[in-house]
C-alpha cells in the first residue's frame, strides 16, 4: 500500500536530516539511500521503505510503501514522526492529518 505525505502548502520544506531525525525519535532504526534514480529511507528490520523527494538537501514528498507484513507498530510510528515535523497525508479526497 502507498501513502503519500508532503509538507502543506502554506510551510516550506525540511531538511532530510530533519525527516530522518523525526524517524529515529519514534525508535525507529533508519537508513538514507542514494540512488541514482532517487532517495530512499530504508527502515532496519522491515520491508516498508520511504520513497523521498530530495532537492538540495530539502524535501516536501514522499511515498510510504508499508508492506503488510511488517510490524503494526511500523505504520503509527512513521506517522507520528512526519505528524511531528508539521507534515499531512494526501490521498484522492484531499489532505488529512496524520495522527
Known amino acids: 500500500m502507498d501513502i503519500t505525505v508532503s509538507v502543506p502548502d502554506s510551510s516550506n520544506p525540511n531538511t ?3 525527516v530522518i ?3 529515529r525519535a519514534q525508535k ?3 537508513k538514507h539511500d542514494h540512488k541514482n534514480w532517487g532517495d530512499w529511507i530504508r527502515l532496519d528490520g522491515c520491508e516498508t521503505v520511504i520513497s523521498i ?3 538540495h538537501g530539502l524535501t516536501s514528498s514522499a511515498t510510504i510503501e508499508h508492506c503488510e507484513d511488517d510490524s ?4 503509527p510510528a ?3 514522526a ?3 515535523i508539521g507534515w499531512i ?3 484522492e479526497d484531499g489532505e488529512y492529518q496524520l495522527v
Open 72 to 75: 503494526e507498530d511500523v505504520l
Open 53 to 55: 523527494e530530495v532537492t
Open 16 to 18: 532530510l536530516r530533519s
Open 28 to 30: 525507529l532504526e533508519v
Open 21 to 23: 531525525a523525526a524517524l
Open 78 to 80: 512513521i506517522y507520528r
Open 82 to 84: 512526519f505528524d511531528h
Open 89 to 91: 497525508g494526501i490521498d
